[in-house]
T-cell receptor, first 115, second 111 residues
Framework: GAVVSQHPSWVICKSGTSVKIECRSLDFQATTMFWYRQFPKQSLMLMATSNEGSKATYEQGVEKDKFLINHASLTLSTLTVTSAHPEDSSFYIC???????????FGSGTRLTVV | DAKTTQPNSMESNEEEPVHLPCNHSTISGTDYIHWYRQLPSQGPEYVIHGLTSNVNNRMASLAIAEDRKSSTLILHRATLRDAAVYYCILMNSGGYQKVTFGTGTKLQVIP
């Protein structure tokens, strides 16, 4: 149980275009989801906290107009990278809080490459 | 956030036990100690967690110091599939707080 599905697993886009990444909780409701970014050989960096029905909370230094987060339902949060540039190329991971002692379940990640 | 400190990397021979240490000297009374691991190009996956007592599951064991300021993840027989980055994270019982990842320990398993 407590599976988070992230889609797509990889995407290549042209510079200047927008890309949407979906994060779904398959067998539970997630009122809170988190979005991380991970550059090669580095740890996960929290970008924002996504709350169902309200605006996302962004970490310091993360541009909210560039990384649009929508959490319209209890099972879906989306991250849209707008006007993507090569420096946005990274591994993006979502996670959801699960009301069990296990804590958090993570998606499998999305490899974004901007060319 | 209460912080954790882990060695950047460790090596183990295949089939040998591995002890991955984590220091968390500022842990609070309500913080659970969680371990996740991240295989290459994948999201982190849950390994084990505990509060005060040592814990065992099919993946690993968790040994928690009596003062809770440190813990050790034990893989009883390392396999090549255990090569990953292991993260030690503190989470309080509330369940909704954001989690900060440290650098983790990259485990290399030598055949």
């Amino acid at each position: 149980g407590a599976v988070v599905s992230q889609h797509p697993s990889w995407v290549i886009c042209k510079s200047g275009t927008s890309v949407k990444i979906e994060c779904r909780s398959l067998d539970f409701q997630a009122t809170t989801m988190f979005w991380y970014r991970q550059f090669p050989k580095q740890s996960l960096m929290l970008m924002a906290t996504s709350n169902e029905g309200s605006k996302a909370t962004y970490e310091q230094g993360v541009e909210k107009d560039k990384f649009l987060i929508n959490h319209a339902s209890l099972t879906l949060s989306t991250l849209t990278v707008t006007s993507a540039h090569p420096e946005d190329s990274s591994f993006y991971i979502c996670s959801a809080s699960v009301l069990t002692p296990r804590g958090y379940t993570f998606g499998s990640g999305t490899r974004l490459t901007v060319v | 956030d209460a912080k954790t400190t882990q060695p950047n990397s460790m090596e183990s021979n295949e089939e040998e036990p591995v002890h991955l240490p984590c220091n968390h000297s500022t842990i609070s009374g309500t913080d659970y100690i969680h371990w996740y691991r991240q295989l290459p190009s994948q999201g982190p996956e849950y390994v084990i967690h505990g509060l005060t007592s040592n814990v065992n599951n099919r993946m690993a064991s968790l040994a928690i110091a009596e003062d809770r300021k440190s813990s050790t993840l034990i893989l009883h027989r390392a396999t090549l599939r255990d090569a990953a980055v292991y993260y030690c994270i503190l989470m309080n019982s509330g369940g909704y707080q954001k989690v900060t990842f440290g650098t983790g320990t990259k485990l290399q398993v030598i055949p």
